[in-house]
């Protein structure tokens, strides 16, 4: 949709939204409605369509609703595959368009995506370029892309000064369309050729409002596959970044293997900051978890936890002691060597992994092609120390592969 067009609810104020209603009480009980139904009722009429896309729509919400996170899944390159946001409370999946594709590159991976606001934001990654010298080997990326997910329209912003996948990166809160967005580390990587991949130790701060990048203290050493998260408020906040690997070493002198750091690195923010470390989090002989690491933010910003799933073992990060703590384990393990996937989601650690469906029907009809596999969540309240489960039918026509999705989290 064109911004003309998602923009005429403001100016033409003789659309009707509802017959018989003033158009005030008609805006508040459209403003109600769930975004993942949108998709389903934005066709009803044209004035519906005006006003789902407009700002008129969202500072309602905004004022009256307590808005609750929603899940964005990219199930593999998102301009080719488009993403789809899943909310947990009605159990609906609601469908966002593909990125803008790029003629010459093609099997993105390992990018990052985080949400600003209304926004979401797909930074680097790891791609194919017809353009490049071996075709066969992934390069860093370093685009930027944005989507207002309420217009539904993609636009490209300035690009990273250095190209990378697998950084960490953390959003810097600044509210009404400022922030700003911080990556560290990574290089460029595919799952296909594992350690083979590059590193590098480049720091850098976009500025929302401005649509600029500007260079950071580097990282004491080369840190990719990391991942990055905010410590503090104001003027006392700090990046923090863990984990991740540097240099590789070789198996029988020919398969490289990535050396994992056990410490963590922390960079603070005013005044252009430095780094300092936290030392090991691992003691020498102790072996060294490898989990998705997620983080548990209230709706007031505040650090909840940190938390890693680990196979099937989650842990918990004292800071104060800098060790990972055994917090729980996840009630229904995976089949055979599927992955799970872990992201945190209103205050809460969501544990996603595909199940198989299959019916009377389709095994008496093996030709008919099945969709993908039911998709069993189990949901763990680290307040409670308690566990629930739900499942839904997702959209995709091929089952989820968690080792390569990327997954993040919006607030609408």
């Known amino acids: 949709m064109s911004s003309s067009s998602s923009s005429s609810f403001e100016d033409d104020e003789t659309l009707t939204l509802i017959p018989g209603l003033p158009n005030d009480i008609s805006l508040l009980i459209l403003a109600f409605i769930p975004y993942s139904h949108y998709s389903r009722i934005k066709p009803t009429c044209k004035s519906w369509r ?56 093609y099997g993105l991976s390992n990018f990052v995506s985080i949400a600003v606001e209304s926004h979401l934001y797909v930074l680097g990654g790891s791609l194919f370029d017809t353009r490049s010298f071996p075709m066969n080997r992934p390069s860093p990326s370093s685009k930027l892309a944005r989507l207002d997910v309420f217009r539904a329209e993609w ?100 398969f490289p293997v990535d050396e994992y750091y056990r410490d963590g690195v922390v960079l603070e923010l005013k005044n252009g900051g430095k780094w300092r470390g936290v030392g090991d989090m691992w003691e020498e002989g102790e072996r060294r978890r490898l989990g998705n690491v997620v983080v548990v933010n209230g709706n007031d910003g505040d650090l909840r936890g940190i938390f890693m799933l680990d196979g099937s073992d989650i842990f918990r990060y004292d800071i104060s002691c800098n060790r990972w703590l055994k917090e729980s384990n996840v009630p229904r393990k995976a089949h055979d060597d599927s992955s799970f996937g872990f992201v945190a989601l209103n205050e809460e650690l969501h544990v996603l992994s595909s199940l198989k469906s299959v019916n009377s029907s389709e095994i008496r009809r093996p030709q008919i092609h099945k969709r993908g596999k039911t998709l069993l969540i189990q949901i763990y309240d680290p307040k409670r120390r308690t566990w629930r489960s739900l499942r839904t039918k997702p959209p995709f026509h091929c089952p989820l592969d968690f080792k390569t999705a990327v997954m993040s989290t919006i607030r609408l």
């Open 155 to 254: 636009e490209e912003l300035a690009p990273m000064i250095s190209p990378r996948g697998s950084f960490a990166c953390a959003v810097v809160p600044g509210g009404e369309g400022r922030g700003e967005i911080v990556v560290a580390g990574g290089g460029s990587r595919h799952p296909m050729f594992g350690a083979a991949g590059s590193r590098m130790s480049l720091v850098e701060k976009y500025d929302i409002e401005k649509d600029e990048w500007v260079a950071l203290d580097v990282l004491p050493r080369f840190r990719a596959g990391c991942v990055g998260y905010l410590v503090g408020k104001g003027a006392e906040m700090e990046f923090w970044v863990m984990g991740g690997y540097g240099s590789s070493r070789t198996v029988s002198g020919v």
């Open 50 to 105: 005006s006003l789902l896309s407009s700002k008129t729509l969202i500072s309602l919400r905004q004022s009256h609703l307590n808005s609750s996170q929603l899940l964005c899944i990219f199930p593999n390159d998102p301009s080719l595959s488009p993403p789809y946001l899943f909310d947990p409370q009605n159990l609906a999946w609601c469908p966002l368009p593909p990125m803008p594709c790029n003629p010459h590159a």
